[in-house]
Protein backbone atom coordinates (compact mmCIF):
# COMPACT_ATOMS: atom_id res chain seq x y z
CA UNK A 1 0.00 0.00 0.00
CA UNK A 2 1.41 3.64 -1.21
CA UNK A 3 1.91 5.43 1.56
CA UNK A 4 -0.14 9.07 2.26
CA UNK A 5 3.50 11.11 0.83
CA UNK A 6 3.68 9.03 -2.29
CA UNK A 7 -0.45 9.73 -2.88
CA UNK A 8 0.58 13.68 -2.32
CA UNK A 9 3.40 13.95 -4.35
CA UNK A 10 0.90 12.10 -7.25
CA UNK A 11 -1.95 14.62 -6.61
CA UNK A 12 0.31 17.56 -7.02
CA UNK A 13 2.45 16.15 -9.94
CA UNK A 14 -1.17 15.29 -11.34
CA UNK A 15 -2.32 18.97 -10.38
CA UNK A 16 0.62 20.68 -12.27
CA UNK A 17 0.16 18.11 -15.59
CA UNK A 18 -3.59 19.66 -15.81
CA UNK A 19 -2.52 22.85 -15.03
CA UNK A 20 0.26 22.97 -17.82
CA UNK A 21 -2.16 21.01 -20.10
CA UNK A 22 -5.02 23.67 -19.68
CA UNK A 23 -2.42 26.70 -20.53
CA UNK A 24 -0.91 24.46 -22.71
CA UNK A 25 -4.16 24.30 -24.82
CA UNK A 26 -5.59 27.87 -23.92
CA UNK A 27 -2.64 29.25 -25.97
CA UNK A 28 -3.10 27.26 -29.29
CA UNK A 29 -5.69 29.27 -30.63
CA UNK A 30 -3.47 32.31 -30.46
CA UNK A 31 -0.35 30.86 -31.82
CA UNK A 32 -2.12 28.82 -33.83
CA UNK A 33 -3.67 31.74 -36.09
CA UNK A 34 -0.04 33.72 -36.05
CA UNK A 35 1.31 30.74 -37.55
CA UNK A 36 -1.57 30.31 -40.24
CA UNK A 37 -1.04 33.91 -41.08
CA UNK A 38 2.42 33.48 -41.60
CA UNK A 39 2.42 30.58 -43.52
CA UNK A 40 -0.31 32.42 -45.94
CA UNK A 41 2.17 35.64 -46.15
CA UNK A 42 5.71 33.87 -46.46
CA UNK A 43 4.00 31.40 -49.35
CA UNK A 44 4.83 33.19 -53.06
CA UNK A 45 2.17 34.86 -54.74
CA UNK A 46 1.63 33.34 -58.25
CA UNK A 47 2.81 35.81 -61.22
CA UNK A 48 -0.26 36.66 -63.69
CA UNK A 49 1.14 36.79 -67.44
CA UNK A 50 -1.09 38.27 -70.41
CA UNK A 51 -1.12 34.99 -71.94
CA UNK A 52 -0.44 36.68 -76.14
CA UNK A 53 -2.08 34.42 -78.85
CA UNK A 54 -0.19 35.40 -82.31
CA UNK A 55 -2.04 36.19 -85.40
CA UNK A 56 -3.04 33.45 -87.79
CA UNK A 57 -1.05 33.54 -90.67
CA UNK A 58 -3.96 35.49 -92.83
CA UNK A 59 -5.77 37.64 -90.38
CA UNK A 60 -5.12 40.82 -90.03
CA UNK A 61 -6.45 41.96 -86.72
CA UNK A 62 -4.00 43.00 -84.06
CA UNK A 63 -2.33 40.94 -81.43
CA UNK A 64 -5.25 39.64 -78.75
CA UNK A 65 -4.96 38.64 -75.09
CA UNK A 66 -5.90 35.15 -74.76
CA UNK A 67 -8.65 35.49 -71.98
CA UNK A 68 -7.67 35.45 -68.32
CA UNK A 69 -8.16 31.91 -66.40
CA UNK A 70 -11.16 31.79 -64.23
CA UNK A 71 -10.99 32.90 -60.75
CA UNK A 72 -10.27 29.53 -58.57
CA UNK A 73 -13.04 29.11 -56.19
CA UNK A 74 -11.62 29.10 -52.51
CA UNK A 75 -14.12 28.36 -49.74
CA UNK A 76 -13.62 28.93 -46.16
CA UNK A 77 -15.91 28.06 -43.05
CA UNK A 78 -14.45 29.74 -40.06
CA UNK A 79 -15.39 31.80 -37.48
CA UNK A 80 -12.48 34.16 -36.87
CA UNK A 81 -9.89 33.93 -39.15
CA UNK A 82 -10.05 36.36 -42.38
CA UNK A 83 -8.87 33.26 -44.87
CA UNK A 84 -7.44 35.92 -47.31
CA UNK A 85 -7.22 33.32 -49.94
CA UNK A 86 -11.32 32.29 -49.79
CA UNK A 87 -12.83 34.09 -52.38
CA UNK A 88 -15.80 33.53 -49.85
CA UNK A 89 -16.21 32.57 -46.02
CA UNK A 90 -18.97 31.46 -44.37
CA UNK A 91 -18.88 31.62 -40.45
CA UNK A 92 -20.77 29.37 -38.96
CA UNK A 93 -22.22 25.74 -39.78
CA UNK A 94 -25.53 26.41 -41.28
CA UNK A 95 -23.75 29.18 -43.69
CA UNK A 96 -21.49 26.92 -44.39
CA UNK A 97 -24.21 24.32 -45.70
CA UNK A 98 -25.46 26.78 -47.53
CA UNK A 99 -22.24 28.24 -49.26
CA UNK A 100 -22.03 24.35 -50.20
CA UNK A 101 -25.15 23.86 -51.70
CA UNK A 102 -24.52 26.80 -53.79
CA UNK A 103 -21.59 25.25 -55.09
CA UNK A 104 -23.08 21.99 -55.18
CA UNK A 105 -22.98 21.74 -58.91
CA UNK A 106 -19.55 23.38 -59.58
CA UNK A 107 -16.04 22.60 -59.12
CA UNK A 108 -14.46 24.32 -55.57
CA UNK A 109 -10.87 24.29 -55.98
CA UNK A 110 -10.23 24.38 -52.55
CA UNK A 111 -12.21 24.29 -49.40
CA UNK A 112 -10.84 25.18 -45.76
CA UNK A 113 -12.62 23.96 -42.65
CA UNK A 114 -12.06 24.86 -39.15
CA UNK A 115 -13.40 22.47 -36.55
CA UNK A 116 -14.86 25.04 -33.73
CA UNK A 117 -16.97 27.54 -35.08
CA UNK A 118 -17.81 29.63 -32.06
CA UNK A 119 -19.96 28.44 -28.62
CA UNK A 120 -21.38 25.09 -29.38
CA UNK A 121 -21.10 25.28 -33.32
CA UNK A 122 -19.09 23.02 -34.91
CA UNK A 123 -18.01 21.90 -38.40
CA UNK A 124 -19.83 18.38 -38.27
CA UNK A 125 -22.98 18.91 -39.67
CA UNK A 126 -20.92 20.50 -42.66
CA UNK A 127 -18.87 17.23 -42.65
CA UNK A 128 -21.85 15.24 -42.40
CA UNK A 129 -23.36 17.08 -45.53
CA UNK A 130 -20.42 15.79 -47.29
CA UNK A 131 -20.36 12.56 -46.14
CA UNK A 132 -23.86 11.92 -47.18
CA UNK A 133 -23.51 13.60 -50.50
CA UNK A 134 -20.56 11.05 -50.68
CA UNK A 135 -22.75 8.06 -49.88
CA UNK A 136 -25.58 8.53 -52.25
CA UNK A 137 -22.69 8.88 -55.29
CA UNK A 138 -22.84 12.73 -55.65
CA UNK A 139 -20.12 13.93 -53.89
CA UNK A 140 -19.69 17.50 -53.81
CA UNK A 141 -16.22 18.11 -56.78
CA UNK A 142 -13.83 19.78 -54.74
CA UNK A 143 -10.02 19.87 -55.45
CA UNK A 144 -8.86 19.66 -51.58
CA UNK A 145 -10.28 20.27 -48.57
CA UNK A 146 -7.78 22.33 -45.82
CA UNK A 147 -8.32 21.36 -41.84
CA UNK A 148 -6.70 24.38 -40.30
CA UNK A 149 -8.34 23.64 -36.62
CA UNK A 150 -6.54 24.39 -33.29
CA UNK A 151 -8.53 21.64 -31.70
CA UNK A 152 -6.40 18.51 -32.79
CA UNK A 153 -9.14 16.02 -32.01
CA UNK A 154 -11.65 17.76 -34.03
CA UNK A 155 -9.73 17.87 -37.17
CA UNK A 156 -8.52 14.53 -36.83
CA UNK A 157 -12.04 13.22 -36.72
CA UNK A 158 -12.79 16.21 -39.97
CA UNK A 159 -10.05 14.50 -41.42
CA UNK A 160 -10.52 10.62 -40.76
CA UNK A 161 -14.42 11.21 -41.92
CA UNK A 162 -13.45 13.08 -45.19
CA UNK A 163 -10.78 10.83 -46.18
CA UNK A 164 -13.38 7.67 -45.90
CA UNK A 165 -15.11 9.00 -48.60
CA UNK A 166 -12.12 9.75 -50.94
CA UNK A 167 -11.81 13.45 -50.47
CA UNK A 168 -8.60 15.03 -50.80
CA UNK A 169 -7.58 16.27 -46.94
CA UNK A 170 -4.97 17.50 -45.73
CA UNK A 171 -4.48 18.95 -41.97
CA UNK A 172 -2.64 22.52 -42.57
CA UNK A 173 -1.36 24.66 -39.90
CA UNK A 174 -3.98 26.59 -37.75
Not at 58 to 67: F, G, H, Q
Not at 83 to 101: C, D, F, K, N, V
Not at 115 to 127: A, F, R
Not at 140 to 163: C, D, K, M
Amino acid sequence: MPSLLQLDVRRDAFAKLSRFRGEFYDCLPNRGDALFELALAVRPAEPQYPVVIPPACCDNDPVKEAPTAPTPVVLGIDDLRPLPRATRIARTSREGIQLLEEHRDSFIDELWLDHDLGGDDTIMPVVTLMEEAAFNGRPFQIGAVFVHSANPIGAETIVRSLTRWSYRVQRATA
